[in-house]
């Protein structure tokens, strides 16, 4: 297949070092998805739906939300399961010599794929919001004198939705912007910048520092909602006002006690967290 479309269109004279870049691995990545293996997709699909003991509504919802920077406060374990075996993915078929970004403010520095930074503003980003592509990608399949295309696979990267994916869904960062350094406004407004209210940083503490079983009531709606996916056809309409709204914004309200069943570190950590959304309400 000719290959001469996607070199002739990505030099454009006009464009900055970063936009050439950046053209040519578009153009590249779409001919690459052109070669994409079905099969191999879903298998990989079906990988992570294993992780979810085989419940693909479960995955679906779980995609979805990463897609759009939701979380689901019931199921955090499962989001953190899920971004974890994608991140390992990623490092597997894209080792640091087989991809690039590029910085738009800083279009003559180099790209350095052993970059923290540049490995943070993209690997998050591509591995919630453009799984499918990069699965699709790792998937595809060109003749041999094409196969250096796949050591030159373009990501774009973006610094916010990154640190929103990490924040709600890498296990070993659930917490820790609630621990660092910083007067309650900073912490408050790294909240909305990430788009989490109350009840998911209260989710997100108990999760971490969980030292005893949760509450019944909390077991039994996730069980049900477990049950009952998609959510369009959860009963209760014959359950309690206030069950209804838990199964819809979560557990935790602004005004609840410290759970007993966390460490002291996570309770000093809850009763932080409370006060710094109590202020400003």
Not at 49 to 54: A, C, P
Not at 158 to 185: H, I, M, P, V
């Amino acid at each position: 297949e000719c290959f001469d479309d996607l070199t002739m269109n990505s030099n454009n004279n006009d464009q900055s070092y970063a936009g050439r870049c950046a053209s040519f691995g578009s153009y590249a990545n779409s001919f690459l998805l052109k070669h994409k293996d079905k099969a191999a997709v879903e298998k990989m699909v079906e990988e992570q739906v294993e992780l979810l003991r085989g419940n693909k509504e479960l995955y679906n919802m779980i995609d979805n939300n990463m897609m759009n920077g939701d979380l689901d406060p019931f199921f955090i374990r499962e989001h953190c399961a899920i971004y974890s075996w994608r991140e390992t993915f990623f490092c597997k078929h894209f080792p640091n010599d087989s991809w690039f970004t590029v910085d738009f403010l800083n279009d003559t520095f180099p790209f350095d794929p052993e970059n923290g930074f540049y490995r943070f503003i993209t690997i998050p980003y591509q591995i919630t919001r453009y799984f499918d592509r990069v699965m699709a990608l790792a998937s595809a399949k060109v003749d041999p004198e094409l196969s250096w295309l796949k050591r030159q696979i373009y990501f774009e990267n973006n610094e916010q939705l990154s640190d929103e994916a990490e924040c709600k869904y890498k296990w070993e960062e659930l917490t820790t912007d609630f621990t660092e350094d910083g007067d309650e406004l900073e912490k408050l407004t790294h909240c909305e910048d990430i788009n989490i209210g109350f009840s998911e940083v209260a989710h997100l503490i108990v999760e971490v520092h969980q030292t005893g079983p949760k509450k019944l009531e909390e077991l039994s709606l996730k069980a049900v909602m477990h049950h009952y996916m998609p959510w369009d056809f959860l009963p209760l309409d014959d359950v309690p006002r206030v069950i209804q709204k838990k199964a819809i914004h979560g557990m935790y309200d602004v005004e609840d006690d410290t759970p007993d069943n966390i460490s002291d570190e996570g309770k000093d950590m809850f009763e932080k967290m409370r006060k710094v959304f109590s202020n400003t309400l």
